[in-house]
């Protein structure tokens, strides 16, 4: 017997039903994206749209009402790849026929331009964050160029003895429920990146720090082996809120404008 589906069913509801099913199917950061784009960029008129008679020119008509509000191409491309990944779901459930965001035409977003650091700002950067708790992580992050969440999910039993190497295979993430690991996206994202011989110091000052920490606090320190943790803390993991906010101060103080 084939099962009967809700031809009344809106939008909204439906999207709904599927940022449900796709909680169990995807990362909790990449949910928390999903289901902050759903919530707070499609207004009542299109959730009340019927699945069943929505028209790629519905989502031609939300793209240019988003894009007015000031809402970024890029921003709005990301909306209608959700949408897209939805409505193909929809698609598979027999709800409708056809996707029809297939047909809409997401705005094409403007590449920024690659900015690289010379010499003299990222000596400049160095020597602001040197003796900071910030030293450890911006000296990794310019000998690298990992992200904030790779670096904050650095182990030390990733890096080799000698310190010449670091294998990247978890990342940290801010989610609703708290600091998680999770594993980076890609097999491209797990990789071996070679460390600077400039490093070394930065991370032996980081690890004596920890023991000289550790032994101070006995059986109150939390063993996660994390490289970066709070410098008065406990070996906890490093919130990336805050390493975010005290790049941007590093970047502001030490950068001309167009870096920022």
Known sequence: MEAVLDQTLDVGTYLQNWLDHARGRVRQKTWQTYESMIRTRLGE???????AELHPLHLQGLYAQLLKTG???????NLHLVLTNALSQAVRWGYIGANPAAGAQPPRPRRKELQVLD???????????AGTRMEAPVGIAIATGMRRGEVLGLRWSDIDEQMTYTQVSRTLQNTTEGLVFEQP???????????????????????ADQARRREALGEAWVNEDV???????????????VLTSADVRLRRSWLPSSST
Not at 45 to 51: A, S, T
Not at 119 to 129: N, P, V
Not at 227 to 241: L, P, T
């Open 119 to 129: 010499q003299t700002a990222t000596e400049a950067i160095l020597e602001a964050a």
């Open 71 to 77: 809402l970024s191409g890029g921003s709005v491309l």
């Open 227 to 241: 490289v970066i943790d709070f410098v008065d803390g406990v070996g906890c993991v490093y919130s990336i809120r």
């Open 185 to 207: 996206k890609t097999r491209r994202s797990r990789r071996k990146v070679v460390l600077p011989a400039f490093l070394k110091p930065y991370l032996s000052r980081q690890k």
């Open 45 to 51: 008129d299109f959730r009340r749209v019927l699945l």
